[in-house]
């Protein structure tokens, strides 16, 4: 099982950008699709992006698609979601997670980051 750790969240104003990464450690990364999930305020954890291992299509929740970018380095061992035109709705707790298989679904993934916030304010 993989250890991973995102960092790179923060207070960004609407209309503003952030990068998160995503650093994993402990399994063969580059075997592995990594997803980008986040929990608003008083909601539930929601799909927001994933990547295959092969760093092939990737997928996106409709709420961020054309915003939102997931990208991965191998080498690095680190995938990173890009987000631009942030709205006050993207605020969250967003977390990484590594699975088998590309989903969209959490019970697809075995691993998971401790989570880093992103407030945008309005």
């Known amino acids: 099982q993989e250890h991973l750790v995102e960092s790179g969240g923060g207070l960004v104003q609407a209309g503003g950008s952030l990068r998160l990464s995503c650093v994993a450690s402990?399994?063969?990364?580059?075997?592995?699709?990594v997803g980008w999930f986040r929990q608003p305020p008083g909601q539930e954890r929601e799909f927001v992006a994933a990547?295959?291992?092969?760093?092939?299509?990737?997928g996106y929740a409709d709420s961020v698609r054309g915003r939102f970018t997931i990208s991965r380095d191998d080498a690095k061992n680190t995938v990173w979601l890009q987000m631009n035109s942030l709205k006050p709705e993207d605020t969250a707790v967003y977390y990484c997670?590594?699975?088998?298989?590309?989903?969209?679904?959490?019970?697809?993934?075995?691993?998971w980051g401790q989570g880093t916030q992103v407030t945008v304010s309005s």
């Open positions: 402990g399994r063969t990364f580059s075997n592995y699709a």
């Open positions: 997670a590594g699975a088998p298989v590309m989903a969209q679904y959490e019970s697809a993934y075995d691993s």
């Open positions: 990547i295959t291992w092969n760093a092939g299509l990737p």
